[in-house]
């Protein structure tokens, strides 16, 4: 995008970032200085419930919103971002069986709510609860920074169609919002970690997992010098926290059975109000080791309290982690990945801040891949906060391009590019292809056209070397591990044989050991760079065009010369194109 | 991106590698996929500022750019569509041991191929369809039983343990083997496969050996049979089980309850491997192959044994010929050496006459010149010593100088000329140290 001159006849633009999400929604600026600051709206909070409530015409917004799901559920408006720009036989209400109902109207889902003093309900159609909602968050963004904000880049899950996207588009701009660009949510969240200033561009494999209140994501991204490239996704609509909290509602519900015989469940009040203290307990338990449940009244007038502890709570919730895990690997497999290829995953939406979630994602990943989530890294970012943190990112570098400029960047005629499907790179300590050592200079799935310099090592005495340039794919080897030697050692051979079938047998087999290696699959080029001196690098470069033809240069470093050459383009370029 | 660093050394290069200007093209990169790059982010910027730099495109090419993507998002769930049996939908949601999930989720076709991603999307979409919420915008009774159904065929088929014991249970995915009749008259292959296929679904173990065709080599036939022997099945039976009564009053009745089960799920269990075990004999005794492989064997072994047969008459033979080679070989030898002999014999007579006629010639040649005596007749001391003379030169020759002297004498006529001959040899004789100065001297000069 060219940064062209700011529309200089419409008042100044400000933009922030938003994320929308079903249970939360925040809001965040970015400064000149690059850093992301989350905002907290006047209640102090930077997760804001996406809840709207109605008390005699008096609109209540965010936690103030949320604590009127015990008294006046009918008239508050929750869980609605997923009813958005779909008609009614597209919507799951069940999480909104404990708010307001969405209906059919005409083509769109609306609530009927008492949203003024009048007595008779109105018809008020999510598309304005929307714009409501977005009407509060802006104002709540122009109160701290002191200007009014009246443009955003908001994040929106990958599977969000067009038509939800022109329905958010119309019900921010009724907000007097101006959205410059819906970002995807898992791309804020890595963009949230790369544009830390500590962060250096690399090319790695990211699983971004959202998980969130009523639905998760999964998305599997190669992020290849600072470009993103989403592989494959999962979504499961109905994992989220709410299953948490569902597990702790039935255990406290239990309790209260045994000992008042009377259900808490089996009354909306009840349970609305169990529900609510469940999921204050829940995220207790994620940074304390036991955590105290107490609901005034909560059925038949009885006072209730309860203390549970994290290993109970991590007992009973174990069926869902591992929901979440199983969801996490499906992503991996459908990009076709081995668990082996994953870099780091982020852990992202406000279930990530549970320990034992992501303890139980670590111990399903290889120990070379990093998990950031609170519990298991210093340095991580607060996952409520990434697709915030990248959305505001993202509205500080565009903030001044015009939308028409905005739609030509986004258009697939730039960004559809084609993808590298096996890494580029030479080999080291031998040139024969069975001894050779791979490295690589440009990954899988890198888009072209791309450019990658390395510097390699010569041998001892320096001396002619060669530069073997080749394609490789990965492949996953596995192995059984050396059987551990038995505790009775002193067999003669003749027991062998029965020795092994023993060990076959046994229950507690080891597992296998797993291991990623490159194989040569055609070799594209060599070069010879001559009497190098002792203890000097080589330097290679290598610039792949967008017809995949290559254009190879090495040279000696802080050596005359060199040596460059250029390797034809296939004949076919791109695998299945139309 | 900054350089990588990388500290392994290059390789040197190999003796003879030469190239104009040090660089050799070899081969060309393997077809890219199109994908979508996310446009997020200052790289991004970067590359659609490059992209776009100076450059406007054309519809045709706005169009193909979005044809030819590579798409990550699924479009709806229209795979897992299947009309909803009426009846079904007015199942009891109490009953729902002997609800089938599958059919509930409209995965009737899928089974336990069914993934956790299809039967979350399947459920999905029966929420949408059948939520009470719906059902009272649509305006039929606010009957929720049905939607039980869906929640309770959902919390078995996503929870793996009770989809196991589920799967373990569900008739509907068997395929009953086929009767030895119609394996004789139809396809073993295709009419027994299936039959594997689902019996697979319960295996500990992966891959699963296939079935395979005509075509399979006995090794691969071996290890298919080896694998359904050995076969380790997760199949269990705890969803049959009787209900355990709930309260605490009668624990002993609870236990009762308990113990029973596990006796029928091990009975199951057992009668289970015992009818897999059954099931593969079956197959084992129609597969073709089967025999093909003992004909082939057999075949094999009749081979070998007239190979082994032919080798042992083809060695007697070439021992028998030996022998009589031998013979033979002897036989020639000694005719040979007998040749050998009688010749030597011919040859040795022949010498010994040819040195007897020399030997006269030597005598007659002073005999027929008196003696060598001038004037008269030679006294008779004369005659003795000449002889005695010459008996002792023949006695110094070979017989070659006794030829050629024998030559040499007759030649000669006349006492003098054979004096001369006789003096001359011994001389010779004297100087080869064969007689001594004065020997023989009635004939030295
Ligand atoms: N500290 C915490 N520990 C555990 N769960 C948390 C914590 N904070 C928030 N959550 C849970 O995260 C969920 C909301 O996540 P969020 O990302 O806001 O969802 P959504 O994407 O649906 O808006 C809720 O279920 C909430 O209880």
Redesign the interface.
Known sequence: ??AEEVAASTPERHAIGISFGNSHSSIANTGADGKPEVIANEEGDRQIPSILSYVSGEEFHGTQAKAQLVRNPKNTVAYFRDFLGKD???????SAHASA????HESTVAFSIHDSESETPNTVTVSEITTRHIRRLASSASEYLGYKVNAAVVTVP??FSDKQRAALTEAAKAAGVDVL?F??EP??AV?AY??RPEA????KIVVVADLGGTRSDVAV?ASR??????????H???LGGSKLDQVLIDHFAKEFVKKHKTDPRENARSLAKLKLESEATKKALSLGTTATLSVESLAEGIDFSATINRTRYELLSS?VF??FR?LIE?AVSKAQLDLLDIDEVILSGGSSHTPKIASVVGAAFPETTTVLAPSTSTSAINPSELAVR?AS??AS??EGFEHEDIE???????????????A?G??????EEHH??F?P?LEP?T??PAR?????????EG??????IV?AAREIHSRKPEPKPKADEKKDDDDEEDDVSDFTDSEDEEEEIREKKWKV??????????ATKKGSK??VVIN?GSD?G?Q?TAREVGAQGG???????????????? | ??????????????AG?S?D?????????????????????????A???R??HQRT?SED??IQ??????K??EDDADDLSEPEDPVMLQRDPKDWKNQDHYAVLGLSKYRYRA???QI?RA??KK???H?P??KA?AGTADDDSFFKCIQKATEVL???VKRRQYDSVDEHADVEPPSKKETQKGNFFKLWAPVFDSEARFSKNHPVPSLGNENSTREEVETFYNFWYNFDSWRTFEYQDEDVPDDNENRDQKRHVERKNNAARKKKKTEDTTRLRHLVDEALALDERIKKFRKEERAHKDKRRLEKEAEQKRLAEEAARAKEEETRLKAEKEAAEKLQKAEDKKTREAAKNAAKKNKRVLKSAVKDNNYLHEGGDAPAAQVDRVLTDVDLIIAKLEATELADLAGKLSSKKGATEVKAVYAEEVKRLVEGGKLKEGEAASLAA
């Open positions: 995008m060219s009614f036989k597209q919507v799951d209400p069940t109902h969405p209906q059919q990958t599977d660009q970002i995807h791309v804020a963009l790369d544009a250096k561009v690399s090319d991204i010098g600072g470009l993103y490239t989403i592989l494959a996704t999962a499961d609509p109905e069926k591992g929901e199983r499906t990248g990112i993202q570098l565009i030509q960047s986004t258009h697939p005629v730039v960004t559809v590019a084609p993808h590298l499907n096996r580029i030479a080999l080291v300590i031998s040139a050779g050592i490295r200079l799935e888009a072209v990658r310099t390395a510097q390699f090592a010569t041998p001892k001396g002619d070397v060669l530069i073997k394609e699959h055609t070799v594209l080029a060599e070069a010879a760079i001559k080589v330097e792949v995949l290559i190879i040596v460059r050459g250029s390797v034809e383009k296939p004949a076919t370029a791109v695998n299945g194109s139309a | 991106m900054s350089a990588i660093q990388i500290n392994l050394p290059l390789p040197l290069l190999p590698w190239s200007k040090d660089f050799k093209a070899v081969g060309s990169l393997s077809p890219a996929t199109q994908r979508s790059l996310e446009p997020v982010g200052p790289h991004f910027l590359h659609a500022r992209k776009r495109f090419e706005r750019a979005q044809e030819n993507v590579k990550v998002e993934t956790e991603e979350k459920h999905r929420v949408l369809k939520h919420d719906k915008a996503t929870d793996p």
